[in-house]
């Protein structure tokens, strides 16, 4: 029984000392864009423009964890495109803060986005020249007319669900933990009864 014991502390000892050590604060630097340039080298050096209202803002990870370089992603209703494969819901990842560069969407505001296509995700930075609706006026005269997004065949967009494997992944590991500890307990247990009983 006392085996157990230890066996349960040590268990928790690990899981506190390992959610320690990913809580603990990180050196974090201010972030830093080389020239932002006009509208034409932000098009040029990205992968995708387009201009839509976000519709929602999601964290990646446990709230418990997160750091400013943690993705976040936001989904967008996109009503015009002047570049790349932009559907009409489209989804952006971005730093969780703009020490690291990120840039913090509202959720319900109209933007302006220059994104770059990572072969993941379409990626946003602040210094990517991405804006407010109503502070890009140089940008849409510049832009000019572009074309109306398609609709995504199926409804479907190109939201992944990485962000929920990592708590999921943990979940599991803990689960099979107990499992596991559930069931050599059983097993000593029942050896026990059977030497007494012999």
Not at 70 to 84: L, R
Request: overall charge positive; proline content about 3%; some cysteine.
């Amino acid at each position: 029984m006392k085996r157990t014991k230890w066996v349960w502390l040590m268990l928790v000892a690990a899981m506190l000392v390992s959610g320690g050590l990913l809580s603990a604060p990180q050196m974090t630097y201010a972030c830093s864009c080389a020239e932002i340039g006009d509208v034409r080298a932000a098009s040029d050096r990205n992968d995708a423009v387009f201009e839509g209202t976000a519709v929602s803002v999601k964290q990646s990870g446990l709230p418990l964890f997160q750091s400013s370089a943690d993705a976040v992603k936001t989904n967008f209703h996109v009503n015009e495109v002047w570049k790349g494969l932009v559907t009409s819901n489209i989804a952006v990842v971005s730093a969780n803060g703009s020490d690291s560069c990120g840039f913090e969407f509202k959720s319900g505001q109209r933007y302006v986005v220059y994104a770059r296509d990572t072969g993941k995700s379409l990626e946003v930075s602040l210094c990517s020249r991405t804006a407010l609706y109503s502070d890009a006026g140089d940008d849409l005269a510049a832009l000019g007319k572009g074309s109306i997004p398609p609709v995504p065949q199926n409804g479907l967009n190109n939201e992944g669900s990485s962000s929920y494997m990592i708590p999921l992944i943990l979940l599991l590991l803990t689960i099979g933990t107990i499992a596991l500890l559930y069931v050599r307990k059983k097993k000593r247990l029942k050896s026990r009864t059977s030497q007494q009983s012999s």
